[in-house]
Antibody, heavy 121, light 108 residues
């Protein structure tokens, strides 16, 4: 079974760092993109960025460039999303998803269950 | 604001047909993918490319495109189709991917 297993919920204080994970199984991890999507409470989906674990090619949405770091360790089939200094406005659900990219579309066909990040003093 | 514009809410009577639209300049050149999200759940891909359904998605879901507008059509809407629907495609620069603001579908 193809699945993405995300790390558990986390509660942090403003200014703290955080790294959440997304472990793929049941497929060739290096042959698909991994995308990260933010969903703030009661809001829509926001595209954060994608990484291709096969060669670590990483693309960020302009809204998130410089705010987060996306990485992957293909030896353990795991992708990461990290912050160096969290803000209260980072409070959200974060999803990872497996992606297939073509020139004309990018589809995310398998999703993790999400990681809730709460940032509060 | 998103570069892909969706109506915030749409309603449909049980068993009727509903079209959910997504408008943006990039859609003249690129396809939209469509995701369904029910409360408390992760999104699910329902349509991608020209009009492709992943395995397990009912054939009452279909996609189409004309000019700067992509559409997701549900023919014979069921109660379980009540959800938020998000389109996704490239932004106007063509260099990045974005989601539409989402449409809340109510099945009456």
């Amino acid at each position: 079974e193809v699945q993405l297993v995300q790390s558990g919920a986390d509660v942090k204080k403003p200014g703290e760092s955080l790294k959440i994970s997304c472990k793929g199984s049941g497929y060739s991890f290096t042959s698909y993109w991994i995308g990260w999507v933010r969903q703030m409470p009661g809001k829509g989906l926001e595209w954060m960025g994608i990484i291709y674990p096969g060669d670590s090619d990483t693309r960020y949405s302009p809204s998130f460039q410089g705010q987060v770091t996306i990485s992957a360790d293909k030896s353990i089939s795991t992708a990461y999303l990290q912050w160096s200094s969290l803000k209260a406005s980072d409070t959200a659900m974060y999803y990872c998803a497996r992606g297939v990219a073509t020139t004309y579309y990018f589809n995310m066909d398998v999703w993790g269950k999400g990681t809730t990040v709460t940032v509060s003093s | 604001s998103s570069e892909l514009t969706q109506d915030p809410a749409v309603s449909v009577a049980l068993g009727q047909t509903v079209r959910i639209t997504c408008q943006g300049d990039s859609l003249r050149s690129y396809y939209a993918s469509w995701y369904q999200q029910k409360p408390g759940q992760a999104p699910v891909l329902v349509i991608y490319g020209k009009n492709n359904r992943p395995s397990g998605i009912p054939d009452r879901f279909s996609g189409s495109s004309s000019g700067d507008t992509a559409s997701l059509t549900i023919t014979g809407a069921q109660a379980e189709d009540e959800a938020d629907y998000f389109c996704n495609s490239r932004d106007s620069s063509g260099n990045h991917w974005v989601f539409g603001g989402g449409t809340k579908l109510t099945v009456l």
